[in-house]
């Protein structure tokens, strides 16, 4: 039997398989979208533009006059789309959906972009006038809003040290002592993580940091430079010459006290040191048998002069040295032989200049001179000082001057009297050499100072054993800002072992151990038992109990000396010493008379009589000898 389609659906239940699908016009969906947001948003601008508000905003740079498609589409993503179909009832409305907010619309902004952009350009101003500010005045650039207080000892500081990265800072004193400071370690207790004596009774005069940081020289009072690690543990010592060589050339190291050293800029092996011997001298770490080069100072005369101090150039091509005659001899690195530049009368004869500093452009040298005075020269016309300031007192063979990390200031440190003013920090305009600005530091001489170009700190060395660091929070980076902000860690306090506290649920109440509520008050119930705590006995009063001597002496040598071999009483009679005590025995009979109360109740003593002596009627040849 055949069945018609209709039929077999209506049999098989497939009524509505061959019903054709609803269909939409997707293109035409989207546009009238398109067309309801643009009449929507002329709406909206006309309302805007009404004349009681005939005012309006200038148009900003940049912006365009014409309303485009995209700005009038800003709106259309909230509408309904089931408006454009072609089965909706509900075409024909205007408004789909809320109004647009006044905020999006175009012209609310453009103002706002218009007054963004004023602020931003207001805050670039700001920004520029303060640059500006601080490029006319250069104080505003010193780090001196905070500072902290390092305790090295009691003695001057006469030496300090920071690595290149800023890290840990070295200072060492008249106290022959080196302490090592780690500032990501410390907490704001500020204690040293070590201190050592690498020189022995030695005072310490130099310290510094190699180029890479991994190794400090140690320049102190004896004849021999040491090269310490980053731990403070040796790693070279310089040889020693022979103090009977005239030559000092063919001797192989320094004869007399060292009053300087430094490392070289670039080359990370290299150092030099000079001495009292009359000598500069180059070394190297990969050779610590004898010295690399040697550079003689010579008088007017050609005499022999001692250099009190010594430095590199920034690119190491050059070394200087000042004499004690007041002259600064320079030369080339290469050639030992003669001076490439110098001044004879550079500071007054006679002085100890106490530091040569170079500019960073290489071509500025400042130094501090014991005649109180600071000059600056320049290395291409050596003869004239540049700039010169007086009345700056010097009474330390080491004090320092230094040079800003921007190079337009040169910083040193006054010393002073005891008891008779503060020492202070100045600072001078490099070019005018004007005093720009004073700290004062301590009351007590400031000797060395270090402007660290990483961390824009300063640190000083004072004559009263301290270190001080000036930072600012916002400026500085790093250095005594990782210290300050931690908090001091608590004294470990000792350690007591508690009994374990057993469990006994089902143990008689008058067996029970009471349960342990709080572990700090078991601990100080525990601290007042004397058998817990292990309470010291005190002190033995007398002769002595229970095993223990009195407080004579503390030992028993000195409990026998007082007891026994002090005794002045006289046993050179044996029989007296006993029958000393026999009326004692009598009364109190403890020992012996028990034993013999049935046998011999009373005791009998053998008499003795003295012999009496012989007359002396025999010659003396005949008696006898004994």
């Known amino acids: 039997m055949e069945m018609g389609d209709p039929d077999v659906g209506a049999v098989m239940g497939f009524s509505g398989f061959g019903k054709k699908a609803r269909t939409f016009d997707l293109d035409a969906i989207f546009e009238q979208t398109r067309r309801t947001a643009i009449e929507r948003s002329k709406k ?20 365009s006059g014409s309303v485009t498609e995209k700005d009038q589409g800003i709106a259309s993503s909230s509408s309904d789309d089931g408006s454009g179909g072609e089965d909706s009832d509900s075409s024909g409305s205007d408004l789909i959906g809320p109004p647009v907010p006044a905020s999006l619309s175009r012209l609310a902004i453009e103002e706002h972009a218009c007054d963004t952009d004023d602020r931003a350009s207001g805050d670039t101003d700001d920004e520029e006038e303060d640059e500006e500010d601080e490029d006319d005045n250069p104080v505003k650039r010193i780090p001196d809003s905070h500072e902290i207080t390092l305790i090295h000892s009691k003695k001057t500081v006469s030496a300090l040290g920071l690595d290149p990265s800023g890290a840990r800072l070295v200072t060492g004193g008249y106290d022959y002592e080196v302490k090592l400071w780690d500032f990501a ?17 030695h005072q310490i005069k130099s310290l510094q940091y190699s180029a890479t940081g991994d190794v400090i020289l140690c320049v102190a009072g004896s004849a021999q430079a040491k090269v310490l690690d980053r731990d403070g543990f040796q790693v070279m010592e310089c040889a020693k010459g022979d103090q009977y060589i005239v030559d000092q050339a063919r001797t192989k190291g320094h004869t007399a006290m060292l009053n300087s050293g430094v490392w070289h800029p670039k080359i990370k092996e290299e150092f030099i040191t000079c001495s009292n011997d009359g000598t500069v001298r180059t070394w190297d770490m990969n050779n610590e048998k004898k010295h690399k080069n040697v ?31 007041g002259s600064i001899q320079i030369w080339d690195r290469n050639m030992n032989v003669h001076t490439k530049f110098y001044n004879r009368q550079a500071h007054v004869p006679g002085t100890d200049t106490s530091c040569l500093s170079f500019s960073y452009d290489g071509y500025t040298l400042a130094s501090r001179g014991g005649d109180d005075t600071i000059k600056t020269w320049d290395v291409r016309n050596f003869r004239n000082a540049l700039n010169v300031a007086t009345d700056l007192p010097n009474i330390y063979p080491m004090t320092d001057c230094c040079f800003s990390p921007d190079d337009k200031m040169l910083v040193t440190g006054t010393s002073v009297q005891k008891g008779k003013g503060s020492g202070k920090l100045l600072f001078f305009d490099r070019e005018t050499f004007v005093k720009l600005y004073e700290i004062e530091v301590t009351d007590a001489s400031v000797i060395r100072c270090l402007w660290h170009p990483k961390l824009n700190q300063v640190m000083v060395g004072t004559a009263n054993g301290l270190a001080k660091v000036y930072y600012h929070p916002v400026k500085s980076q790093r250095g005594a800002k990782l ?16 009994q374990d506290y057993i469990i006994t649920p089902h143990a008689l109440p008058m067996f029970r151990e009471p349960r342990q509520k709080s572990t700090r008050k078991q601990l ?34 000195s409990f026998i000396v007082k007891n026994i071999a002090l005794d002045k009483t006289d046993d050179s009679n044996p029989r007296e010493a006993i029958l000393r005590h026999a009326k004692d025995a009598e009364q109190n009979p403890y020992w012996v008379a028990p034993a013999y109360v049935k046998t011999q109740p009373h005791a009998v003593f053998a008499a ?10 025999e010659p003396e040849w005949k008696k006898r000898k004994l």
Request: proline fraction near 9%.
């Open 483 to 498: 210290c300050v902000v931690k908090t001091k860690r608590k004294a470990r306090q000792s350690q007591t072992v508690t």
């Open 295 to 325: 550079f003689k100072p010579r008088t007017a005369q050609g005499k022999r002069v001692i250099p009190t101090t010594c430095a590199y150039s920034r690119d190491g091509k050059f070394i200087a040295a000042a004499c004690q005659d």
């Open 44 to 63: 909206v601008l006309e309302k805007e533009q009404c004349p009681e508000e005939s005012v309006e905003s200038p148009p900003c740079a940049g912006s």
């Open 608 to 617: 003795v009589e003295l012999e009496e002596e012989p007359e002396d009627d």
């Open 524 to 557: 100080e119930k525990d601290r007042l038992d004397p058998v817990k705590s292990h309470k010291p006995e005190p002190p033995v009063s007398g002769p002595g109990r229970g095993g223990r001597v009195g407080t004579h002496g503390g030992t028993l040598s």
């Open 185 to 201: 370690g410390m907490d704001a207790s500020l204690q040293a993580f070590r201190t050592l004596q690498p020189c022995e009774c």
